[in-house]
């Protein structure tokens, strides 16, 4: 199971409270004033860093979380002065600020309860968050598959035996004449009974269906790629058009004011977090101004700054969206998103399946992604979709173009379903895809393509920064070789339009797929594999890829073009395809 991804739940599940305290257009607000998050865990999971960027934020923040450390000495095998420097968990972190730590006996239940109620009264006076650090056995090993006798003594795991709170308490009761033996028997024969009526239950209890294996994987009430979000066609537009940049903008302005709820955070998002000089200065907004305003717009319990820490950041949104809040959290860089994937992976699409839902985790997640920047290199250049795509419970999108970006944000937005919106950095000011504002209700489905160029004799299937270049590639060759090419946006990832790959390549027998990605194991593949597999008795050539080479982008620009795809490969692709 996952190892740490609770502690930033946590936090975020506070943060929650805070947030709602201070939006003040919420009526709705699910909170109470005296509440405080509960964090369990044991002594070895505090080494995840994942830990430590909870108590930063808590601490920060002066959030109500009450973290209880249980301390057996070890991490399955690893002893306590190999996880924890000093051996100590509260003592490694006692410079926190405003951090209450209190180390306890937890094999005493009433030094145990004394030390609980005061953590618990600290947070509710809202002076930060509580550790407590509660000193605990182990009566038996790990799991079935480990054996505690191979690394811990006899005479240790004696010694340990012997602080048994069960054993204890019941000696404390007697020996204080609170309960008899008799009485204490008689408990633990009702609890072992108890035991045995809940197992018995669980293992009565019917199996679940084979057709329910799918159930719950998306919002079975909110369907984003069905026609109610669909308002393509009607929505009004304006004459000026401006770039993907100003679009997406134009989107996070009206969806705000719609939906009180949505709260944007991350690495340099505000207009300026230091509140006292706001009026003072431009104000940053996002290193490409995507968010700019929105601070001044809708204040700074809506929209602010974190640390550099990207798994802060998407842990913090899980806990929030739980609460009923809308995040809207940004990675500032496809690049960095690394940091994240213990949220992205495991927690942030399953909690709704997992749950069979019972709880569930929307979000819209903003990442900055791909090449083409002439010098963006290693680490500004990357585009890795296909994780994402290979990742049930989370839909993915990636915009060609100015409009687009509107219409599928907005989507994005009202939908119930954790959604990758990725965000290409070298479309977010060029002209080729600039777009009309095109008001407050303009939706875009998911899973519905887009047809920019219409033709009869190859299908190219592509999206991003690729649809240009495609586009420039299809003109190219219709004037030098008279081939008639059509050119499908995708748009949106997963879900995908079949239906529209489908229709064009039985129209055309010929399918070229062309992503910025890596070629091999890249999302291309997938579209290409699917083709050759479900339309094999329409096609007249094999189905070709033109993509990356298999390898980082380089910071050279003679190199980056080399690697990347450009219009003179796709022309290749398609004059290959051709002679077929």
Known sequence: SPTGTQFLQAVGCAEAWLRYTRIDDLKEKPIHDDEVVYCSAGDGTTSEGEFFESLNTACNLKLPVLYLIEDNG????????????????????????????????????????EVIERAVRYCRERRGPAL??????????????????????ADERQAEAERDPINLFARYLTENQIATED??????????????????????????????????????????????????????????????????NACLIDEMARDERIVVFGEDVADCSRDQYIEKVKG??????????????????????????????????????????????????????????????????????????????PMVIRVATGGYLTGGAVYHSQCGESLFTHTPGMRVVLPSNALDANGLLRTA???????????????????????????????????????????RDISIITYGATVYRSMVAANRVEAEHGLSVEVIDLRSLNPYDWEAISDSVRKTSKALVVYEDTRSWGYGAEIAARIADELFEHLDGPVRRVAALDCFVAYNPDLEDEILPQPDDIVSGILGLARY
Not at 132 to 148: C, G, K, L, N
Request: charged share 25%.
């Open 74 to 113: 070890y991490a399955i095998s690893v002893p306590v002065e190999v996880q924890t420097a000093g051996g100590s968990i509260s003592k490694l972190v006692s410079t926190f600020p405003d951090l209450y730590i209190q180390e306890v006996d937890g094999c005493n239940p009433l030094a145990s309860y």
């Open 132 to 153: 407590v650090h509660a000193h605990v056995i182990r009566p038996y090993s790990h799991s079935q598959s480990d054996a505690e006798s191979d690394y811990r003594p």
């Open 183 to 248: 009485e204490i028997k008689q408990i633990a024969s009702d609890a072992d009974e108890a035991v045995e009526r809940a197992a018995e239950q669980a293992r009565a209890a019917a199996k679940p269906a084979k057709e329910t294996a799918l159930l719950y994987v998306y919002s079975p009430d909110v369907d984003p790629a069905s026609e109610s979000f669909d308002t393509e066609s009607s929505a009004p537009r304006a004459e000026a058009e401006k770039t993907m940049i100003d679009l997406i």
């Open 284 to 361: 940053k907004g996002g290193v490409f101004k995507a968010t700019l305003n929105l601070q001044r717009r809708y204040g700074s319990a809506r929209v602010f700054n974190t640390p550099l820490a990207e798994a802060n950041i998407i842990g913090r949104a899980v806990g929030l969206a739980t609460r009923g809040l809308m995040p809207v959290p940004e990675i500032q860089f496809f690049d960095y998103i690394w940091p994240a994937m213990q949220q992205l992976r495991n927690e942030v699409p399953l909690m709704r399946w997992r749950s069979n839902n019972a709880f569930k985790c």
């Open 413 to 455: 937005l009202r939908s119930d379903d954790p959604v990758m919106f990725l965000e290409h950095k070298h479309l977010y000011r060029q002209t080729h895809n600039k777009g009309p504002y095109p008001g407050p209700d303009y939706m875009i489905p998911f899973g519905k393509a887009r047809i920019a160029r219409e033709g």
